[in-house]
């Protein structure tokens, strides 16, 4: 592996995070469902992937402002919620949960150095109920809003702006479908998720600890992945962060 930092004790931390934000969302029955690599981790292994070192939580559009409200009220001092209402710079589409005693770098993803917090992240992306033949629209509208808030921000060139939204242009007229069925769409997927691959949904271990996660993880999975059975190769086996820097010394347990 390529990380100079303590990967067991990253995903031990987050852990630690993810069920933080698990039980107060499920204290107030607000659904969620494990994404991404964290559901990879779940289904292939039973736990993180092995050099995974962030926790990916989808939430629902219905309920995602109200969870926003409970989460920067209940999450612990050591635990800040990061969106458009606590940081200035803030253009993502969705929320992170920041771990305050810990300083993260990450080379893939300079743009994060520009927010005020650098410490471990879980994701919360959202989840719209649309109906698939609104999908292309909805994803042009999503991307031409993120990439508006980085040309506000400063953070792209007006050129840069103007190439990226030709490319959304052109690619809204390919992705056209009449389909009137309907999809849990995250706008910068190209992949479609169909709520009865989401709905009912089931427990999931990772580690000892256990969330709630999608009813058909191999549909998604695969449409993510591809044969998510099979490991990537060991060069591709690396973490997102390059160092990780924890502000107090780890406590014996």
């Known amino acids: 592996m390529a990380e100079n930092f303590d990967l067991k004790r990253v995903q031990k931390r987050l852990l630690e995070m993810a069920v933080k934000i698990a039980s107060i969302l499920e204290k107030h029955e607000i659904p969620y469902t494990i994404a991404f690599g964290t559901l ?10 092995p050099w995974d070192d962030d926790f990916d939580f989808f939430l629902f559009s219905d309920t995602y402002e109200k969870a926003m409200g409970l989460l920067s009220k209940e999450l612990p001092a050591d635990m800040f919620l990061e969106n458009e209402q606590t940081e200035p710079k803030y253009f993502h589409a969705w929320a992170h949960v920041k771990d305050l005693n810990s300083e993260c770098r990450c080379e893939h993803y300079p743009h994060d150095e520009l ?17 698939e033949k609104d999908f292309a629209r909805f994803r042009y509208v999503e991307a031409l809003a993120y990439i508006e808030r980085r040309r506000a921000l400063g953070f792209i060139t007006e050129e840069d702006f103007k190439k990226r939204r030709a490319a959304y242009e052109s690619r809204l007229e390919s992705e056209k479908s009449e389909s ?18 989401v709905f009912p949904l089931k427990r999931y271990k990772i580690g000892a600890s256990e969330f709630w996660g999608p009813a058909n993880p191999d549909r998604i999975l695969t449409m993510r992945y ?9 060069e591709a086996r690396i973490p997102h962060y390059n ?11």
């Open 40 to 49: 990879l981790g779940a289904v292939r292994h039973g736990n993180f992937i």
């Open 115 to 131: 927010y005020s917090h650098h410490g471990i992240s879980v994701d919360l992306y959202k989840l719209t109920r649309i109906k």
């Open 180 to 197: 009137t069925g309907d999809l849990l769409a995250y706008p910068f997927d190209i992949g479609k998720q169909y709520p009865e691959d």
């Open 226 to 234: 591809g044969n998510y059975r099979e490991l990537p190769p060991a």
């Open 243 to 253: 160092s990780v820097k924890f502000l107090h010394k780890a406590m014996d347990t």
